[in-house]
């Protein structure tokens, strides 16, 4: 009964080569959040949208865009993905910006390999 | 500024013995805490979460956590580790909108 759900699993891109990563939500969750985490380490905000508002940390980089047309789906897209993007990609929601009380949930995450 | 500091980055217990992964927190306000688990290759996991409510947070799976404002810490414990529990452990702060992880603890369990 997985409630965040992301897909692949597993995707193997080439450098340079545009990749798409996807994430639903059976939740009906306000935000949607987009985590880079790389082997040892805890995960590190890309973005997120409250609804349609989209809010970008001030290091993600350029290469790094992200679509949410409707509640239920967000995307990840990375137009030009180098060796250092490998990494998992996780995907949460929350019920609301302003309730810090309300934890996330995770989806497993899509695992990238840059070859 | 709020940080969160997890004191060990890798614990190792025999099955059967008691748990404490530790995680001291700075924060301006009254923050709400949290502690995550994450098996491998595996989302994030919500173990428990603490909310200015009770100081003693029980949650999943036999775990639980101290709130102790005045050592700003957040410990989660477990009586007795299972062979399962082996994982990667997030500490969690949260004000407002900013959400600050720890670097993470690392438990092995031995049989």
């Known amino acids: 009964d997985a409630m965040v759900i992301q897909n692949p699993r597993y995707q193997v891109t080439q450098f340079g080569k545009p990749v798409t990563l996807s994430c639903s939500q059976t939740?009906?969750?306000?935000?949607m959040y987009w985590y880079q985490q790389k082997s040892s380490q805890a995960p590190k905000l890309l973005f997120h949208?409250?609804?349609?508002?989209?809010?970008n940390e001030a290091d993600t980089p350029d290469n790094f865009q992200s679509r949410r047309p409707n509640t239920s789906f967000c995307f990840l897209d990375i137009r030009s993905p180098g060796l250092g993007d490998a990494a998992m990609y996780l995907c949460?929601?929350?019920?609301?910006?302003?309730?810090?009380?309300?934890?996330?949930?995770f989806g497993n995450g899509t695992r990238l390999t840059v070859t | 500024a709020q940080s969160v500091t997890q004191l060990d980055s890798h614990v190792s217990v025999s099955e059967g013995t008691p748990v404490l992964l530790r995680c001291n927190y700075s924060?301006?306000?009254?923050?709400?805490l949290f502690w995550y688990v994450q098996h491998p290759n595996k989302g994030l996991q919500l173990l428990l979460k603490y909310t200015s409510a009770a100081t003693l947070v029980k949650g999943i799976n036999g775990f639980e956590a101290e709130f102790k404002k005045s050592e700003t810490s957040f410990h989660l414990t477990k009586p007795s580790a299972h062979m399962s529990d082996a994982a990667e452990y997030f500490c969690v702060v949260s004000e407002g909108t900013a959400l600050i992880f720890g670097k993470g603890t690392t438990l092995s369990v031995s049989s």
């Open positions: 949208y409250y609804d349609k508002d989209f809010n």
């Open positions: 939740l009906n969750h306000n935000v």
């Open positions: 924060s301006s306000y009254s923050p709400s």
């Open positions: 949460a929601t929350s019920r609301g910006q302003g309730d810090r009380n309300s934890p996330l949930h």
